[in-house]
């Protein structure tokens, strides 16, 4: 087992955070290893049923495309602040800004997922599905229209066909309007998660800001030290980033990245339990240890293995690669 060289991080993060970030990076890693597991929904599942709802863009296919963007986004905070291979003395320059625009992508990707995913049934479901892909194809139409034309044509034209595929079951203006809001979608499914819904709405807003610059974050995510007065009624000012928002910001994030991929692995109807373990025990393996450590990761794995040895005595989770 390879030994931990030392690492050190240049940042006022707390041992309290550092701690949570190798807990939240470690369930970020479990997440990928579990999407990269998902093949097909299996037969009778919820997501079989749904693909078949509406057989063209396959609902399946989409939602496993936004949370894969969801868990690249982790994976690269994931592998600066907790890497997998360091060495001696390697340090850690927080950039506060950049983590939060990791975070924030996480958190719309995955309030994607969950919501579609939260849809009471079949019919519910592919609703969602249709008004997230209808608005993706008019983005993708406005993005090309002064640019390829034949892409934006093309945009144009599967808009339409939506329109006749559907129209025995779903008034094309259901589907138009409203655009979904990422308001809303963040709402339902952090409820879901088990997060206050008004703290995610202001840690979104704040990633948001804190990715385009506005300087209403720096007032809410650092603390201000006023130095010298330069000019009558202007002062130089040094901002000291707060550790705790950006562990607030990427625990929301991997809260959501965590609950859509569970639900999305239940409706392909694998065994959410069984997938976790593999993905622990795939991590867990993959992880440096400090000298000294090496007993307890010798048990921590022995007990994930005998786990998944009982889980999949009468079980086949009917896992591989995803080609979505």
Known sequence: MPEAPRLTVQSP??????ETWIALAMTARVCNDILSRLVDPLPNSLLRDDDAKYQWEKQSVWLHCYLRAAVDHLMVWANIVNPLQVHNDTEVVVAPRAYLTLARG????????GWVLLGTDATERTLRHLRLMYHDLRYQEE??????????EHARRRKGEIKERVRRVYSFGSIKNPEPRYTSMIKEVAAAAGWDPDDAILTWRAASAAAHGKPWYSDYGTTAVVGDEYEPGHYRVTRIPEAGHITHAIGLAVRLLDFGTATLARHFGANVEVLR????????????????????????????VERLVELTANDNPQVGNSDG
């Not at 993060?13 to 550092?18: I, L, R, S, Y």
């Not at 996480?106 to 997922?113: K, N, P, V």
């Not at 373990?277 to 400090?290: D, G």
């Open 277 to 304: 373990t593999m993905a622990l025990i795939t991590v867990a393996e993959s992880m440096p240890i400090a000298a000294g450590e090496e007993a307890a990761k010798s048990a921590f794995l022995a007990h994930h």
């Open 13 to 18: 993060v707390t041992e309290a955070d550092t």
């Open 143 to 152: 993005a090309h229209r002064d640019h390829d034309v034949a892409v934006a």
């Open 106 to 113: 996480t958190i719309e990707a995955s309030a994607q997922a």
